[in-house]
Each structure stands twice: as C-alpha cells, then as structure tokens.
C-alpha cells in the first residue's frame, strides 16, 4: 500500500502525484521505475521515477491517462492509498560528465528526466533540455526542468512558443548551432526513434528509456522483449536505457499494440461502470 | 464433525480391492476444458478408508525410500485405516510440510508410488490422493497446518526469508515455531511463488496455497510483499540492518526461449508470462480483473514438462480450439506427471511428439504459425535419454495464432549480481552444502534456486533441511 499525499493535474492527460514510499525512495536512482497496482483486481504497470526524495520517504510519479490503469490512477485522491508499489526496477541511467548532454523529453518523458537531468548536472554536464507539444497550452514542466537546466528549448507544432516544428527540429538545431556529446530521449517509442535516427549521422551516444509491455519487472515473464542490437534482451531487467541507435522499434512499437482490442474492451467496461471517479 | 464408520474388510474382500486403486472422481473432461476449477475432486472418507486399506503395511516400506522426504507413509496410512484423519496429517507434516499442495502435484508415480510393493502384480497405493485426502480434511476440520501451535518463546534472532515459494513458506514456518522471528521477502504482490502464479487454479486451488500462506502469518510471520531483494535491498543490507541469518528461495524463474526466428512475434508468449497473466493476474477474468491475455484459437505449446501441459491445458481452457503440445521427445520421456499427461489427452490436447520447432512464423507483426521439423531417437545422451535427431526435409507447418515456450527456466541474475561473495554454479544457480549452507557466512539457500527447476517436493525438502541448520547455526551463536 502507499498513499498518495499530493496530487496535481498538469494538463488534461497528465497527472503528477506523489506517494508514500520510504524504503524504495531510499534506494531508487535517477532512470529506475517501479511497477504499479492500482488495486485488487488491477493490472500491473511501469511508471519511472519522477522525484525521488529519501528524506521525505516519498516518490513522484507522472501519469499519463491512456488505458485503464493510467485512468484509475488518475482519478485517485489524495489520501487514497494504491496497492501495490515495487521496485526499484531496472537499471539507473549511468550519470557521468559527458560534456554537452541534450535531454528530450516527450508526453510523461519530460518527468523522469528531471532527476536524470539534475543528476547529469550536479556530475558536471552542461544541460540543455527539450520539449515539445503540439500548441504552448499542452506544454508541461518547462518550469521544472529549468530549474536545472542551462538552457530550456521549446518547439511547438503550430509555433505558438518557441521553435515551429518538432522537437527533433529543434535537437537538430543544438547539434549543429552548439555542438552536442550525448543525448537521452523518454517519451513515445515513436518519438525515442526519431530523436535516434536525428542523432544517427553526428554519431551521438543516444540513450532511451524503452516502455514495452511489461507485467512482474523482475525477469521473470518475458513480457518486455526488445531487441538491441540483434539482441533480445528484457526492457525490465536489461534496461529500460538503451542504445537507441541500436533498437530494432517497428518490433517495440508493435509488441506495444499487442493488447488493443483488449484495452479498447477494458476502458469501455470501465467508463461504464465507473463514470463517477473517472470523471473526478 | 462426520461420524467415521469404520469397516472392516474380509480376506475376500481385501483380495478383491486390492487389485485396482480407489478411483479418485474427477469433473467431466469435455466440461472441465471451460473452466478453471479443479479437476481431480478428491476421495470421499469411504474412497479415503477403503484405499488405505490396500496397503499391505510391508516391512520393506519401500514407498519411503521413494519419498525425497521420507514421509512415514505406511504409518499414516495406518492412521487413515483408523479413522484417524487428522493423525494421518500430522504423521505426515513430521516430513512433509505441505501435504495438501504435494498431494496434489507431486510425481508420484516416479516416486513413492513406483516402489510399492503392491505395485508388483496389482496397482500400487494411491498415496498421493491419500496425503491430498488427509490435508484437505483436516483443512477443513479446523486443524489448520500450523493451527494447534502453542506460540514459542522468542528467540530474538531475526531471520529474512526471501522469496514465498514451497521452500521459502518451509523455512519461514519451520523457524518461526522455534520461536524466531522472521521476515519473508516476496518480490510479486502476492505470496507462494510458482504455487500461485504458474500452477493453475484447476491442478491446484489457489484457496489452497492461501491456507498454507495464512498460516505462517498466523505464526507472526512477517510477509513483506512488492519487495525485490536485490533491488530493494541487498542481502548484504538485510544483515547489516539486523537480520541473523538469511534464506534465500527465490525459485528458477527466468524463462528460456529457443532463439529460433519469429520468436518476438505478438502472441508468443513464455510459459511464465501465459501462466502468469493466467493465474496471479486473472487474465481469465478479464474484463472484470484489468490483465488482458491473446486468447488463441490454435496455440502450440513448445514443451514437455508440467508447464507445458499447464499451459496447453490454460489456452484449452481460455477457449481455443486446437491446442498442440509440440515436443521433441517421444511419449516415453515426457516428463510431466502422468496424471497430467493423461488429464490432457482426455481433454483433446493434440500431441506433436517427434516434433521440433525451428521457426515461428508471422505476418503482420503476429504469429501466423509454427514451422516444425520431425524428429527421430539417436544415441543416448548425457542424461541417458536418447537424443533426438531432426530428420531432414521432414519441415513442416501448423497453422496456429499463439504460441506458448515452455522449454525451461534459468537463475534469475538479480539476486547473484547484488551479492558479492556468493558463488554460483557454471548456471548461475547458487552453490549451497546439503543443509543450505552458501558460501557466504549465515545465508542458506534452497529449492529450485540451488538444483535448478525441480519439484515442489525437493523445494519444501531443502527448506526444512535449512531451517533446521539455521536453527542450529543461531542457537550457536548463543553459546559463543
Ligand atoms: C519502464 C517504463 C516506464 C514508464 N514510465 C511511465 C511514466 O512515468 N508515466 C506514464 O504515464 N507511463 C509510463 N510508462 C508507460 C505506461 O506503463 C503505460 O502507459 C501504461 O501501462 C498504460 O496502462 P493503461 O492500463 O492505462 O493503458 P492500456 O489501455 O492498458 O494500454 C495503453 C498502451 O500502454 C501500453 N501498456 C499497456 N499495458 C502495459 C504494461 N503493463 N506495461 C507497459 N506498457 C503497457 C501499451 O503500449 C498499450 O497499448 C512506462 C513504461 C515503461 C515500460
Ligand atoms: C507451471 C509450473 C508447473 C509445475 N508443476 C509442478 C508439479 O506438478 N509438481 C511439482 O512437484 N513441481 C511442479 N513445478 C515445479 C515447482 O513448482 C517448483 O520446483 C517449486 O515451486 C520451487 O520452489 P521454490 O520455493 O524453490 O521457488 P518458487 O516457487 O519459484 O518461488 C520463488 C519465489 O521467490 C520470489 N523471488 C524471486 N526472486 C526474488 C527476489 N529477488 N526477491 C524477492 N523474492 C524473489 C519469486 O517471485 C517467487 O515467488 C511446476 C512449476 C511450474 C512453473
Ligand atoms: S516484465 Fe516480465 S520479464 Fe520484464
């Protein structure tokens, strides 16, 4: 059980909570996750590690609402205590000074990149942050990531703040205005693949965070295949960071699809029979 | 409390039973294929006396030195023959602490039972349904597994249990009598390990598994579920916060896959992974339990063992039409129970024996079929059965939707990779004396962690044998 003790929603589909966790806080790294059930009959999820503080005995955790659990999550109060919280699961992302890192964070991304962030800064690096959104009014943790960062770059799909275009567009732009030594990409697969193949021909280090399917986070199922290399190896306990000049994405993206019909199922079943909290 | 009659069988009559076992009922097989209740049903008290009346009570005793453990087994029978239920199941748990769940799964039939000497020219001794029968009954009479335990007086040694599977729930329960106090450290949010999510609710009710789980936190047992050792903490951390000795159970549960192409394809899935979404997550329950599962409508099991006929017995029941167990052996050397076995083919589990998949095969991202190749028996190999050789140009292709690997389970690195000074076997399972000892001072090891995946038997065996040396290993601390 943990209780959630503070919970703020940062845009209609993304919700930030923090939650009770003294032992895991304690020992979670920037880049591990924890797997979630929100309650007895819940499905177990991966979200990564938001905050992390040891002091306060608490984690912070950015959800986005896509399915089922995300909702369920979603529309938990404060207050309110969820099942089961595990981990830390999978390796931290190795912080070293890498000279000139460019972090990109994209929907919850944005999120775990903030102790990723910090923690690249405090080894030494100069961090340049960047996010994107299709319009300003979906933009999320620019503040936040700012609080660290040496510089925030912003792109918007309309251009109604900063650069007009994709965040690639604008990694595209550091590489070549100011010289950039690694990279790390969270966010959609489609994403993390498209910030790879921008990084590809400068021959830039490029970390993600991989989300495949996942269910104990142990190594235990299998579930969380990816290939790397040629490799098959478990997002869970192999990673979640990743070569991403090395994932083999059309198998990650459609691994990712595996359950649409079933969660199609399961979000109508639930918005029937739980309209009340969902709409909370 | 039923009234026990009890009867008292003529020359004639022993004579008579003695040539066949008591059947043991069992639900329909064409009904059973579309639920997940238990099939075998259990004997009644008249099915439970009359079989324990087959025993000739020889002196040889031969079924004990089938036992991994030693179970009195003729001296419960005795009791059974009696009347005396509840004896019967603690005569039993003197060896055995967990008789219900083995009396359900064990290999009996390679075991104990092989060695009757009933078994010469009639059947042997159904000892198994015999153990199940005298568990469930005192289940069910109140005389829980740990129910008349008078609470020890603490020792106050502090003991980590990690990992809830037989061995562990052995050591935990075993030691907490002996008035240790001990915290078991369970990575999954639910206790029991392969009990509760790879052995499915109709070979072993889940209900079952949770009597033995209440009764060691009835013992004041602390069941700490969510937590990884290794990642949460490391055993080095356990005993350095205060923990005397530590157990480590934590079970063989990473899958292997056969590295043949297509094998990432949506809708192959591990055993694990089946039976895991099956069983812990209620997969079949879904949508009123969130865990969603391919429910296939021609599935290949890659496997020969009790997880692959669970599993094809799993798809069969999530609602398939075809279910092909594929194996590369033949018939002979499959090495799941016989029960199961013969439990599947009832159930119309098409056998593909002789048979090795060399490629799974897609379209569109998902499984589309199975490419197999025929097999023939060679020479023998190490483990002196004979090898299986392809037979060239034999390929050919089932057409099925989902594919379930159950070829086999290895070390999961987690626990070895945080523990310096702890040796492993070229397998990565951990080194550990007959009593459990590792080579790292006050931690034991035991169960499928230690000989690799095993039985629930030889898991709950080397538990009790460890608890008893961790007992010994604490009590002399004291001394010094
Ligand atoms: C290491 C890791 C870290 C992650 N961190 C975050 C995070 O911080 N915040 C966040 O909002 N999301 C995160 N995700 C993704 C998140 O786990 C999924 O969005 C979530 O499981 C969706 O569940 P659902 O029931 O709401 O949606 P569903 O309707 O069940 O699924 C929607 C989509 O989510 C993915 N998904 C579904 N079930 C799982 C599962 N058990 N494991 C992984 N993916 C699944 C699938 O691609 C699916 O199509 C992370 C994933 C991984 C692997
Ligand atoms: C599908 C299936 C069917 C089977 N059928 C039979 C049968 O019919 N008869 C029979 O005798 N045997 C059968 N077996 C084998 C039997 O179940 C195992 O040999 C037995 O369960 C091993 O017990 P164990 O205590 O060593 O480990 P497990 O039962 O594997 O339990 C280990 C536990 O440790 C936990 N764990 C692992 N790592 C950590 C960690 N780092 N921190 C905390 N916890 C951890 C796991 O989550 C798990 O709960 C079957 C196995 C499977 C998978
Ligand atoms: S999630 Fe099960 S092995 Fe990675």
């Not at chain 1, 966790?21 to 059930?37: D, H, L």
């Not at chain 2, 829980?144 to 003991?159: A, H, I, L, Y």
């Not at chain 2, 043949?260 to 591990?270: A, D, M, R």
């Not at chain 2, 080397?462 to 007992?471: Q, T, V």
Request: proline share 5%.
């Amino acid at each position: 059980m943990a209780k959630i003790l503070e919970k703020q929603v940062l845009r209609f589909d993304l919700v930030a909570v923090k939650i009770e966790a003294p032992e895991i806080s304690k020992k979670a790294k920037p880049g591990q996750f924890v797997i979630v059930r929100a309650d007895e009959v819940g499905e177990r999820i991966p979200l990564s590690l938001a905050r992390i503080s040891p002091e306060e005995g608490t984690l912070g955790l950015v959800i986005q609402t896509i399915g089922v659990t995300s909702s369920k999550l979603a529309a938990m109060d404060v207050g309110d205590e969820i099942s089961d919280v595990a981990g830390p699961m999978g390796h931290a992302t190795p912080i070293e000074n890498y000279g000139k890192v460019a972090l990109l964070g994209g929907g919850f991304g944005a999120a775990p990149m903030y102790p990723i962030g910090k923690a690249l800064k405090e080894a030494g690096n100069t961090v340049t942050s960047i996010i994107g959104a299709r319009s300003v009014d979906l933009l999320v943790y620019e503040k936040e990531l700012g609080e660290f960062s040496d510089k925030v770059l912003v792109s918007t799909d309309d251009g109604s703040k900063g650069l007009k275009g994709l965040v690639t567009d604008a990694l595209k732009q550091e590489i070549e205005e100011n010289g950039v030594d690694w990279v790390m990409a969270i966010g959609p697969a489609i994403m993390m693949k498209f910030v790879s193949l921008t990084t590809k021909p400068y021959n830039i280090k490029t970390f993600v965070s991989l989300n495949p399917i996942m269910v104990d986070g142990t190594g235990m199922c299998g579930a969380c295949r990816v290939s790397v290399g040629g490799k098959t190896m478990f997002g869970c306990t192999d990673g979640p960071d990743f070569d991403g000049h090395l994932v083999d994405w059309g198998l990650l993206m459609a691994r990712q699809r595996t359950y649409l019909e079933e969660e199609k199922l399961a979000m109508e079943n639930y918005l029937c029979n739980c309209v009340p909290s969902a709409t909370k | 409390m039923t009234e026990i009659k009890i009867h008292e069988y003529t020359k004639e009559e022993l004579k008579a039973i003695r040539k066949t076992r008591t059947k043991m009922p069992e639900q329909d097989a064409v009904a059973r294929g579309k639920n997940f209740e238990e099939v075998a049903l259990g004997y009644n008290i008249e099915d439970a006396l009359r079989e324990a009346n087959r025993c000739m009570f020889c002196a040889k005793k031969l079924c004990v030195n089938g036992c991994p453990v030693e179970v009195p087994i003729p001296e419960f029978i005795k009791l059974v023959k009696e009347g005396d239920f509840l004896g019967g199941a603690k005569k039993i748990k003197e060896k055995n602490p967990l008789p219900a769940v083995c009396g359900r799964v064990c290999p009996q039939e390679s075991q104990c039972e092989s060695l009757c000497t009933l078994a010469k020219k009639n059947e042997p001794v159904a000892i198994g349904r015999l153990e199940r029968f005298v568990a469930d009954y005192e289940r069910m009479h109140g005389g829980g597994s740990n129910g008349e335990v008078d609470k020890p007086k603490p020792t106050g040694f502090k003991v980590a249990v990690i990992g809830s599977g037989p061995a562990g729930l052995v050591v935990a329960s075993d030691l907490a009598k002996l008035g240790h106090d001990v915290t078991m450290f369970e990575a999954l949010h639910k206790a029991g390990g392969v009990l509760v999510y790879g052995i499915p609710e109709f070979r072993l009710p889940k209900a079952i598994v949770q009597s033995e789980v209440d009764g060691i936190k009835a013992l004041g047992v602390d069941i700490k579920a969510n937590s990884v050792i290794g990642k949460l903490h490391t055993i080095d951390e356990l005993i350095e916060a205060g923990f005397d000795a530590v157990f480590i159970g934590s079970g063989a549960g990473l899958p292997m896959f056969m590295n043949i192409p297509g094998e990432n394809l949506n809708g192959v899935y591990s055993a694990n992974e089946f039976l895991t979404r099956t069983n812990l997550m209620k997969a079949y329950l879904f949508p009123e339990f969130d865990t969603p599962i391919k429910k296939g409508a021609h599935v290949a099991v890659v496997g020969g063992g009790n997880v692959a006929m669970d599993a094809a017995r799993t798809a069969l029941r999530l609602g398939a039409e075809n279910v092909y167990l594929v194996y590369r052996r033949s018939m002979e050397e499959l090495p799941a129970r016989q029960e199961e076995v013969h439990h599947a083919i009832e159930e119309g589990i098409d056998f593909r024996l002789l048979t090795n998949p060399v490629e799974v095969i897609g379209e569109e991202g998902w499984v589309r079929g199975i490419k197999c190749i025929k097999m023939e028996l060679g020479e023998p190999d190490e483990s002196g059965r004979r090898r299986p050789v392809p037979i060239e140009g034999s390929e050919y292709t089932i057409e099925v939707d989902t594919v379930v690997i159950a070829i086999g389970t290895g070390s999961n690195p987690i626990i070895p990779d945080s523990t310096p000074g702890l040796d492993l076997n070229k397998w990565g399972y951990i080194v550990a004396g007959d009593n459990g000892q590792t080579s790292k001072p006050g931690v034991f090891a035991g169960g499928d962690i230690v000989t690799g995946a095993a039985t629930v038997i030889l898991a709950a065996g080397a538990g009790r044998k460890a608890a008893n040396a961790i007992h010994e290993y604490l009590m002399s601390k004291v001394k010094n």
